[in-house]
C-alpha cells in the first residue's frame, strides 16, 4: 500500500491531486535534458504559440518562445558533456507573488534537470497562471506517464504545509526576497536537501547619449525600455529603477528619451492614485538624505529623480510605476557604489559589451549577475543570480 499523506484543508491544487502528490514522492528522476522532458517542452510550447487565450499575454508567448525545440537545442549545448547528470529528485518552488509566469520557469528548468516539482503558485491572482495550468494539464494529457512530475498548489502562510512539501524535497527555490526567504527557512529541509535563493535584488541601466541619439529606432528603443519596466511595474528584480547616461550630448539625449518613452507609456499604462503616492513620498525621502532634484514633469507616468553622486545607501529608495533615479556619470567607473552584493542586472544601450564586462569586472563588485542588452532584462536564463540551475537541481555520479 502507498500511505497517503497528511491531508491539509488549505491546499488547492490547480494542477494535480492529492493522489499525484502521493505518486511523485515515488517517481525516479531523470537525466538532465532527458528525452522526456525535451519532448513535453516541445510539445508544451506548441500548444502555447498556437493558444488564442495565450496570444493576449505578452510575457506567455514569451515562455512558449523559450522552450522551442531550437532554443533547447542551444541550451543543451552548454551542458551536452555532461552524460552522467541526473535529478535530485523534487524540487519544491515557492513563486514570486509579482511576476505571473516566473513559476513556470522555475519549475521547467527543474524539469530539464531532471526532477519533479511542486510549485506553490503565486499569492496574486494573474490570468496567465490560469491560462499555463490549463495548457500544462492539456499537455499532460499527451504524456500521461509525467503527471506525477508536476503539482502546482495554492495555500495561504501556512508554516505546517511549508514544512510539509519541505521535508518532501531535495531541492527548495525561494523567489520572492528577504522576508519571503526568511518565513521559509523556518521549516527544516532534509538533510541531503538543498537550497537556492533568489533575495531582494535591484537592477540599472547604462545608455550611451551619442550612440542613442543616432539610432533611427528610438521608437523600438522606447519599448524596449519600456518592456523591462512598465510592465512588471518595476517590481521584478530585473527592472532598472538606476539610469546611468554616458556620453556628451546628455541632455539633448535625455529629453529625447524620456518623451519617446512618454509617448509609448501614455499610450499603454494606467496610473493608480496609491502608485503616484509611493513615488512622492520615495522623493520625500530621497530628499531629505540626499542632493537631488525632481525633474518637471507633466504628469506622473515618469517621475525622473537626479542625483549628483550615486551612493549604495541610495538603493534602498526605489519605488515602482515609472520611477527612476537618474545620473550622468563621466567615466562607468562611478556607477560602482549601486553594484554591491543586491545588484542584479546592468541593461544597456550603446555600449560594447565586451568592455562593459571588463570594465565592470575590474570593479570587483560583490554584485551584477547579468549583463544584457535594452529590453531583454526579462530573458529568463537557466544560469540565474549567477546561479547555474540545471547544476545546482542535479547531481553527479561520479565514475573513477
Given at each position: 500500500m502507498i500511505p497517503m499523506r497528511q491531508h491539509f484543508d488549505s491546499v488547492t491544487y490547480a494542477l494535480g491531486s492529492a493522489e499525484i502528490e502521493v505518486q511523485m514522492e515515488r517517481v525516479c528522476p531523470l537525466l538532465v535534458?532527458?528525452?522526456?522532458?525535451?519532448?513535453?517542452?516541445?510539445?508544451?510550447s506548441a500548444r502555447i504559440l498556437k493558444d488564442a487565450e495565450a496570444k493576449a499575454f505578452p510575457d506567455v508567448m514569451t515562455l512558449g518562445f523559450w522552450c522551442r525545440p531550437a532554443a533547447l537545442r542551444q541550451m543543451y549545448r552548454v551542458y551536452e558533456a555532461e552524460k552522467n547528470r541526473i535529478g535530485r529528485g523534487i524540487v519544491f518552488h515557492i513563486a514570486p507573488s509579482n511576476v505571473a509566469v516566473n513559476f513556470a520557469y522555475s519549475c521547467l528548468a527543474a524539469f530539464l534537470a531532471g526532477n519533479a516539482s511542486v510549485v506553490r503558485l503565486p499569492s496574486k491572482d494573474f490570468p496567465?497562471?490560469?491560462?499555463?495550468?490549463?495548457?500544462?494539464?492539456?499537455?499532460?494529457?499527451?504524456f500521461p506517464a509525467l503527471f506525477p512530475y508536476f503539482l502546482f498548489v495554492r495555500y495561504g502562510h501556512v508554516q505546517e504545509v511549508n514544512e510539509h512539501y519541505s521535508r518532501m524535497c531535495q531541492t527548495r527555490v525561494v523567489w520572492g526576497g528577504d522576508a519571503t526567504i526568511d518565513t521559509i527557512r523556518r521549516a527544516p529541509l532534509a538533510p541531503r536537501a538543498n537550497e537556492i535563493t533568489f533575495a531582494d535584488r535591484h537592477s540599472l541601466a547604462v545608455l550611451d547619449a551619442d550612440a542613442y541619439l543616432a539610432a533611427a529606432d528610438k521608437a523600438r528603443i522606447a519599448q524596449d525600455f519600456?518592456?523591462?519596466?512598465?510592465?512588471?511595474?518595476?517590481?521584478?528584480?530585473?527592472?532598472?529603477?538606476?539610469?546611468?547616461?554616458?556620453?556628451?550630448?546628455?541632455?539633448?539625449?535625455?529629453?529625447?528619451?524620456?518623451?519617446?518613452?512618454?509617448?509609448?507609456?501614455?499610450?499603454?499604462?494606467?496610473?493608480?492614485?496609491?502608485?503616484?503616492?509611493?513615488?512622492?513620498?520615495?522623493?520625500?525621502?530621497?530628499g531629505a538624505c540626499f542632493e537631488v532634484r525632481q525633474v518637471p514633469a507633466e504628469d506622473n507616468l515618469i517621475t525622473r529623480v537626479r542625483v549628483a553622486k550615486l551612493t549604495e545607501e541610495m538603493t534602498a529608495y526605489r519605488a515602482g510605476s515609472g520611477f527612476f533615479i537618474e545620473y550622468r556619470a563621466q567615466k562607468l567607473a562611478e556607477i560602482r557604489p549601486l553594484c554591491?552584493?543586491?545588484?542584479?542586472?546592468?541593461?544597456?544601450?550603446?555600449?560594447?559589451?565586451?568592455?562593459?564586462?571588463?570594465?565592470?569586472?575590474?570593479?570587483?563588485?560583490?554584485?551584477?549577475?547579468?549583463?544584457?542588452?535594452?529590453?531583454?532584462?526579462?530573458?529568463?536564463?537557466?544560469?540565474?543570480?549567477?546561479?547555474?540551475?540545471?547544476?545546482?537541481?542535479?547531481?553527479?555520479?561520479?565514475?573513477?
Open positions: 535534458f532527458s528525452e522526456e522532458a525535451c519532448a513535453f517542452l516541445s510539445a508544451l496567465q497562471v490560469d491560462v499555463l495550468c490549463r495548457i500544462f494539464a492539456e499537455t499532460l494529457a499527451e519600456y518592456n523591462d519596466t512598465y510592465l512588471s511595474d518595476q517590481n521584478a528584480c530585473t527592472a532598472p529603477h538606476f539610469v546611468i547616461w554616458l556620453g556628451t550630448a546628455v541632455a539633448a539625449a535625455q529629453e529625447v528619451f524620456w518623451n519617446a518613452l512618454h509617448e509609448f507609456v501614455g499610450a499603454r499604462y494606467t496610473m493608480q492614485a496609491v502608485q503616484a503616492v509611493d513615488k512622492l513620498t520615495q522623493i520625500y525621502r530621497l554591491g552584493i543586491s545588484c542584479q542586472t546592468l541593461s544597456y544601450y550603446g555600449v560594447q559589451r565586451d568592455a562593459l564586462l571588463q570594465e565592470i569586472l575590474a570593479m570587483r563588485p560583490a554584485g551584477v549577475d547579468r549583463i544584457v542588452p535594452l529590453g531583454r532584462t526579462m530573458d529568463f536564463a537557466l544560469v540565474w543570480d549567477g546561479i547555474d540551475l540545471i547544476r545546482t537541481m542535479s547531481r553527479v555520479v561520479q565514475v573513477i
